[in-house]
């Protein structure tokens, strides 16, 4: 069982940059799909970026790409999501997510273990 702690969150004007991190503990992390996920105020939970076991393959929602970028450092147990460009409608709760199935996955449901969630906030 792994253990996730995101932080990095904050407050940024729109345009700015701000990165998150997502601490993980307790099992071998590089055998974890990872995957970013945010909640909007008033919405549901979307799928924003994921990246394979080793790092070699990674997938965006539509609305982030280009403007953010997944990595992670096995040898540090650590998952970054660097963000630049950042719009209001960015603004959200974000969370780190684990899956241990093979094949990586946009669905919030298929990840088994989150973190508490870090509030990302862009003003106009």
């Known amino acids: 069982q792994v253990q996730l702690v995101e932080s990095g969150g904050g407050s940024v004007q729109a345009g700015g940059s701000l990165r998150v991190s997502c601490a993980a503990s307790?099992?071998?992390?590089?055998?974890?799909?990872m995957a970013w996920f945010r909640r909007p105020p008033g919405k549901e939970r979307e799928f924003v970026a994921g990246?394979?076991?080793?790092?070699?393959?990674?997938d965006y929602a539509d609305s982030v790409m280009g403007r953010f970028t997944i990595s992670r450092d096995n040898a540090n147990n650590t998952m970054y999501l660097i963000m630049t460009s950042l719009k209001p409608e960015d603004t959200a709760v974000y969370y780190c997510?684990?899956?241990?199935?093979?094949?990586?996955?946009?669905?919030?449901?298929?990840?088994?273990?989150w973190g508490q969630g870090t509030q990302v906030t862009v003003s106009s």
């Open positions: 990246i394979s076991r080793r790092g070699g393959i990674d």
């Open positions: 997510a684990a899956r241990t199935k093979l094949l990586p996955s946009r669905s919030p449901y298929e990840y088994e273990y």
């Open positions: 307790g099992s071998t992390f590089s055998t974890y799909h």
